[in-house]
């Protein structure tokens, strides 16, 4: 099986880099990525990919792989891009104002399509079968339960004869880690992400009588600081949990008492006993501070995201195989971050690892970040570690 794993050739690596250029000029947002679609499905026609079916909307699926053995490893990438203006002026730099893949999503499909190249090529020897999965919508879009949804695990994807997928893998190129760097931490990596709006009303009036109102601004105020109790106070200090309130509107004039305030936020936890009790701390806190004001508010909590968490043999296992790859440089078993992620609601269904590719360095710009560049010396990294990762998990 070395042929499915041997470092990437000079001429392969010139290929990626051309898909991740191609790819990062067309970008679209989550759940539109329409052309992204039609692009991978005659880029893997050209591949000679066969059983390849459009999967939970704009995203597709393939299959390799012998019936003789229920064996079945996902591999997966992420497809969108943001509502953000590029900034970086590379020659190959979005044709799509206000779209960019800022998030280097461009790269993980390039990474896959490459993996998926040798697969077809020189899978003959793997004793299983890999589901390829390209998921659209990550930022925002749930795309994971979409693919889900439409029996993407259970097989149901593939006219019913898919195989029941066993375990997953993915990457994330990473711009705060150096080039050559992989990232393998066991258990919660990121958080779950809820999202919640409040409405505090009041009574509105003169603002120099406001004996005469009861004013929302000032309820809301202290809503936002009452707030900052549920992780100081409320939450096992050994949890981690962030609640930050990321947009707070309110009144309209400088001599008028506002009626009503809406607050924006975003809550975080890896736990998932302390993730459930978030919804009731939070609509208490906001409730009884609005009515300690003479206000009231209504609360909106959605849960948006599980925790991605990373079963610990999975991620033994990638750290073991990234150990071995040509060009990585260090495996790091300790970043974990509280952003979410999509990739969490397979690795809640099958044991799995998450990795993430050094792709910068401590002065490179951010994920998301309108001058966000990746290092391309990273791919080809990434697709060794999943041709490893690969060719381990089917004993090779
Ligand atoms: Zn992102
Ligand atoms: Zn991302």
Redesign the pocket.
């Known amino acids: 099986m070395s042929a499915l794993f041997a470092p990437l050739s000079t001429a392969e690596i010139a290929e990626l880099v051309h898909w991740r250029r191609h790819l990062h000029q067309e970008p679209e947002l989550s759940l539109e990525e329409h052309d992204t679609q039609a692009w991978l499905l005659q880029t893997l026609a050209a591949l000679g990919a066969t059983d390849v079916r459009k999967v939970g909307g704009t995203g597709l699926a393939l299959h390799f792989g012998r019936g003789e053995t229920d064996r079945a490893l996902l591999l997966r990438a992420?497809m969108d891009a943001l509502p953000v203006d590029e900034q970086t002026g590379l020659a190959f730099a979005s044709r799509r104002p206000g779209h960019m893949h800022a998030?280097?999503?461009d790269g993980h499909m390039a990474c896959l399509l490459a993996v998926t190249k040798r697969l077809i090529a020189h899978g003959e020897a793997i004793a299983g079968h890999v589901i390829v999965a390209f998921q659209p919508g990550?930022e925002g879009g749930r795309g994971a339960v979409k693919m889900i949804e439409d029996g993407l695990l259970d097989g149901r994807w593939l006219d019913g004869r898919g195989p029941k997928v066993q375990a997953a893998y993915g990457l994330?190129l990473w711009s705060p880690l150096p080039v050559g760097v992989i990232s393998c931490a066991a258990g919660p990596t990121m958080a779950a992400v809820d999202d919640f709006t409040i409405v505090v009303r009041g009574r509105g009036g003169h603002g120099a009588l406001p004996h005469t109102a009861d004013d929302a601004i000032v309820a809301a105020a202290h809503v936002v600081v009452a707030l900052q109790s549920i992780a100081s106070r409320r939450a096992d200090p050994l949890e981690p949990v962030v609640v930050t309130v990321g947009s707070f509107h309110g009144g309209s004039a400088f001599n008028v008492i506002a009626e009503e305030v809406v607050l924006r936020g975003t809550a975080r936890s890896f736990g998932k006993a302390v993730g459930e009790e978030l919804p009731a701390w939070l609509t208490h806190i906001a409730q009884a501070t609005a009515q300690a004001h003479g206000a009231t508010a209504e609360v909106d909590y959605k849960r948006y995201t599980v925790a991605l968490r990373n079963d610990p043999a999975m991620a033994d296992r990638l750290a073991r195989v990234a150990q071995a790859t040509p060009g990585v440089t260090a495996v790091d078993r300790e970043l974990r971050m509280m952003a979410g992620e999509d990739m969490a609601f397979f690795l809640d269904a099958v044991p799995g690892c998450f990795y993430f590719v050094g792709c910068g360095g401590p002065q490179a710009e951010p994920?998301h970040s309108p001058r966000f560049v990746v290092d391309e010396a990273a791919l080809p990294i990434g697709v060794n570690v999943m041709l490893g990762a690969v060719t381990e998990f089917f004993g090779g």
Do not use: L, N, Q, R
Request: charged content about 30%; proline content about 0%.
């Open positions: 992420d998030c280097g999503h990550e994330h994920h």
